[in-house]
């Protein structure tokens, strides 16, 4: 990365910690889970899991654990789940009483405030799953694929009261293979930061770590996605439609439209050039399904599910509806 200087490591085994620190964790999603078990077994002591309050899902709407909470309770550490923080007099309270050497945050989904960002002594670290500045915010494996991203990683950061604006204490890449989707990179990237983090803490607690200050002006932003963030403009290229196809797995996923019905697509590639034809407009070759793209391109549609169907294949889709000649999708 340009326009400053950063520790960057290469992938290793995390050196057994020496100095154990007093912490409290703050995580939510399936990300954070390996990094809670990665602290544990490097011998922190873990004071205090904080996760969002459990959520209803599914049709019956059920309250359902989030991954941190289950995870928690198998490691049988106490647990918290406030509904909010920033004001929450007792939550304050309860961490004061802890007086945590660090504040772990790992995907917990909140705004931390500025009464815990002052509170213990090593601040609050972060672990961010992109090469800060690029991919600041809720999404950053998904954006990364999403924008063709053939490297991201992991920072770990000092957080302050900017969005992922902290200063970076250590990072590391890893590639983005072609074939990658958000779903298959974010185990990886999980894995690789929970050694991350533990290396932060053991250098943090040995004073051998120098924050970074981030360089504003090469910042990117990955903010939260949206169910429009699914739908396909075949204006766009075929390579980009490919790209956040493999990011937004798997939600929102890819969507268009055909004879007024949605039209999920479930499997898509790079097909080959095009004539300058209209964005969308089908093309039958043999038994493959192909829709034009910007840029002179076109995405072969292997696998898709129209509104109130089943997934079926090309060859069956073609054989069913029969697309007629000038036939366009997402109109």
């Given at each position: ?60 709407m ?31 309270a309860q961490?004061?009483?802890?007086s ?8 917990y ?26 991919y ?9 694929i999403a ?16 969005l ?10 890893m ?19 929970s ?19 981030q ?9 939260i996605l ?42 898509i ?63």
């Open positions: 990365m340009r326009g400053f200087s950063v520790q960057v490591l290469t992938l290793s085994a995390p050196a057994a910690t020496i100095n154990c620190v007093k912490l409290v964790y703050c995580g939510t999603p399936m990300f954070a889970v390996p990094p809670l078990e990665a602290l544990v077994r490097a011998g922190h002591e873990v004071s205090l899991v904080v996760t969002q309050p459990d959520r209803p899902k599914g049709r019956g059920e309250l359902a654990f989030s991954p941190v909470k289950q995870k928690t309770i198998e490691l049988a550490l106490p647990i918290v789940q406030p509904e909010k923080i920033k004001n929450n007099t007792e939550f304050r961490l004061e009483a802890l945590p050497e660090c504040i772990v945050v790992v995907g989904g909140r705004i931390i405030p500025r009464w815990m960002l002052d509170l213990p002594a090593h601040g609050n670290i972060n672990l961010h799953a992109s090469l800060l500045p690029k600041r915010g809720a999404a950053p494996i998904q954006w990364a924008s063709g991203e053939s490297v991201t990683g992991n920072t770990t950061m000092r957080i302050d009261e900017g992922d604006t902290g200063d970076i204490l250590l990072q590391r890449e590639p983005v293979h072609d074939d990658d989707t958000s779903v298959t990179l974010a185990p990886r990237l999980a894995e690789m930061g050694e991350l983090l533990v290396e932060t803490l053991a250098m943090l607690a040995e004073h051998r770590l120098q924050p970074t200050p360089n504003d002006a090469l910042a990117t932003l990955a903010p949206t169910r429009d963030d699914g739908r396909i403009d075949f204006a766009r290229s075929a390579q980009t439609i490919c790209n956040r196809y493999r990011g937004f797995q798997p939600w929102p996923g890819a969507f268009t439209t055909f004879r007024g019905k949605q039209l999920t697509l479930h499997a590639s790079v097909y080959a050039e095009s004539p300058a034809l209209a964005a969308g407009k089908i093309e039958i070759a043999g038994e493959r399904l192909l829709a034009v793209c910007g840029a002179g391109s076109t995405i072969a549609i292997d696998e898709l599910q129209l509104e109130g169907k089943r997934r079926m294949n090309a060859r069956e889709f073609i054989n069913g509806y029969q697309p007629k000649p000038g036939e366009r999708l997402g109109n």
